[in-house]
């Protein structure tokens, strides 16, 4: 498989009231072409900030974020999926879907806005809420809402940050069965933050496991289970439990 962007030794701290914080310590790993990267490691070792200097919110000091192909000339897109949805509540759903498209530099035009808005709509399952308020729309449809936002530009990286912890067991089955779903139909790669070792198994093709802060990659694990993966079977658990066996180790 071809490789959509490489870490190559990311490095960063952060300066708290004089105080140096070490957060990641030389980062290496590759993400593949329409690949679900999960990275998991113990609370605090770094895992939303890698996902932040990829979105280009956090800078590295150190270390490069390699992306492919190289020699084509501007970079990689990538759109963030925050757990708590960040919806702008005064905004309708179909504003808060195009809000960054509207906010981009290349003018989209009116009529692209709600063809894409449209489509988006249908693709997360939310026709005919286009006009709702995100405060009438439940948890689960109010983080649709946020993919479909994140989509909306065409990402060529989706990045989510525990997109589903929030939510309750079937809403969260459920969303993950979309992201599956979505993967396969937009052909988007996606790196994925999670806790959850069974939501790593069941979304996964591979697993980064982090060290406790300072953080390395620790693990990578691949999840070679043919979708949809089924929770009980052995293979899943062997797997789900030696995840839990690796973050306990490093905890
Ligand atoms: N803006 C900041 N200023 C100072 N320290 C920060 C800042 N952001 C994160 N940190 C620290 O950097 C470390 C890594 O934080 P980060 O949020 O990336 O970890 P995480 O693995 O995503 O955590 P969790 O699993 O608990 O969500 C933590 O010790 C955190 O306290």
Redesign the pocket.
Known sequence: MNPVLSFVNIK?A???EGEI?P??DGISFDVCVNEIVCIM????????????IINGL?KADSGTVREYPENEGGSLSAAMVFQDHALFPWLTIYENIVYGLRLSSHRVPEEELKERAEALLSLTHLDGFSDSLPHQLSGGMKQRVSVARALAIRPDILLM??PFSALDTFTRRELEDEALRIRKETKTTVIT?T?NPEEAVYLADRIVI?SE?P?VVSDILTVDLPHPRNPVNPDFIRLREEIIRLIRGKS
């Open positions: 960063k952060y300066h708290d914080c957060a990641l490691g113990p609370s605090g070792c770094g895992k939303s900030t890698l996902l932040r956090e940050d525990e933050v806790h982090l802060r953080s």
